[in-house]
């Protein structure tokens, strides 16, 4: 039987403003023993509080051994991991590479 996947999609800011939101959506989703895609495209601006809630949200994921993928990665998003150089680590490698 297939797992059923959980998708997340995060739009407008993934900032210090509104993380809290954003990780109850995501420890939600997490907490719902699906796969857990997180849809990036629609992220207009992105901080370290958004990187620290994707590393975050991928500890909680390994933890319960939940599998999770982030894709559609904004430009918003792709600068701040590229600039960590962390892209690699967020299955932004391929979508950076393709633009």
Same mark, same amino acid.
């Given at each position: *039987?297939?797992?059923?996947? #959980? #998708?997340?999609?995060?739009?407008?800011?993934? #900032?210090?403003? +509104?993380? =809290?939101? #954003? !990780? $109850?959506? &995501?420890?939600?989703?997490?907490?719902? =023993?699906?796969?857990v895609?997180?849809?990036?495209?629609r @992220? +207009? $601006?992105?901080?370290?509080?958004g990187?620290? &809630? *994707?590393?975050?949200?991928?500890? $909680?994921?390994?933890?319960?051994?939940?599998?999770?993928?982030?894709?559609?990665h904004?430009?918003?998003? !792709?600068? @701040?991991l590229? &600039?960590?150089?962390?892209?690699?680590?967020?299955?932004?490698?391929?979508?950076?590479?393709?633009?």
């Open positions: *039987m297939a797992q059923k996947t #959980t #998708t997340v999609v995060i739009e407008g800011e993934m #900032t210090i403003a +509104n993380v =809290g939101l #954003t !990780r $109850e959506q &995501l420890l939600e989703a997490l907490g719902s =023993g699906c796969s895609e997180v849809d990036l495209s @992220v +207009n $601006e992105f901080d370290s509080a990187l620290q &809630l *994707m590393i975050a949200a991928r500890r $909680e994921a390994t933890l319960h051994e939940v599998p999770l993928h982030f894709f559609g904004s430009s918003a998003v !792709r600068n @701040v590229q &600039l960590c150089a962390l892209s690699d680590q967020f299955d932004a490698a391929a979508v950076t590479a393709a633009t």
